[in-house]
């Protein structure tokens, strides 16, 4: 099946510092959402991205739909405690069903 | 706020009893999805409604049931699960299946537990 790397696993940063996480597909997307995951919570969307190239920002975040549409990344900057969570992308080959990765579990110290 | 609930929030069952998870979306939404969610793997699509009909069925075995009374609500029947059923269900809903600016939006999900 189709398969989706996302990296880092997990990653732990000091407040005020820039994150940044990516997923790569081997094949090529026409969707990319980004979502964040609290403990016990569904998945919160944070961006959608629908065009190769596509930049997006939502306050502190920011995510890009790679020119080659194998790639998708998201910038968080000057991450606060709250910032904590499992950020997971989405992307899709065509108009079918969304393929997720694994997560990117991220710690922040204050 | 996402729009879409779930009830309940948690549920241990055992292996010969009979229970049903409950979504609902409030977002005018046409299509509706159950994932399920374990440690460590990715989200895996169980079911998707469109239109309150149900148009995949993700090779789920037969003690999942899905019902789909309209468009609002999606529900989850379960009887003789098993151990390894214990995971957290997700319901999702968006604007229609299988177009191009079909975005999901979760539910708070359901932990699941099976003894």
């Known amino acids: 099946g189709q398969q989706l790397n996302q990296s880092p696993q997990s990653m732990f940063i000091q407040e005020g510092e820039d994150v940044s996480m990516n997923c790569t597909s081997s094949?090529?997307?026409?969707?990319w959402l980004w979502y964040k995951q609290d403990p016990g919570e569904g998945p919160v969307l944070l961006i959608a991205?629908?065009?190769?190239?596509e930049l997006t920002s939502n306050g502190r975040l920011t995510a890009q739909f790679g020119i080659t549409r194998k790639d998708s990344f998201l910038n968080i900057s000057a991450s606060i405690p709250s910032d904590v969570g499992i950020y997971f992308c989405?992307?899709?080959?065509?108009?079918?069903?969304?393929?997720f990765g694994t997560g990117t579990r991220l710690k922040v110290l204050a | 706020e996402t729009g879409v609930t779930q009830t309940p929030r948690h549920l241990v069952m055992g292996m010969t009893n009979k229970k049903s998870l409950k979504c609902e979306q409030h977002?005018?939404?046409?299509?509706m999805y159950w994932y399920k969610q374990s440690a460590k793997k990715p989200l895996e699509l169980m079911f998707v409604?469109?239109?309150?009909?149900?148009?995949e069925n993700n090779s789920v075995p037969s003690r999942f049931s899905p019902e789909c009374p309209n468009s609002s609500h999606l529900f989850l029947h379960l009887h003789t699960l098993q151990p390894e059923d214990s995971a957290l269900y997700l319901c999702?809903?968006?604007?229609?299946?299988?177009?191009?600016?079909?975005?999901?939006?979760f539910g708070p999900g359901t932990r699941l537990t099976v003894l």
């Open positions: 999702a809903s968006s604007q229609e299946w299988r177009t191009s600016t079909d975005t999901q939006y």
């Open positions: 409604y469109n239109f309150k009909e149900q148009t």
């Open positions: 977002l005018g939404h046409n299509a």
């Open positions: 094949s090529i997307f026409n969707t």
């Open positions: 991205l629908y065009k190769a190239g």
């Open positions: 989405a992307g899709r080959p065509g108009t079918y069903k969304y393929i």
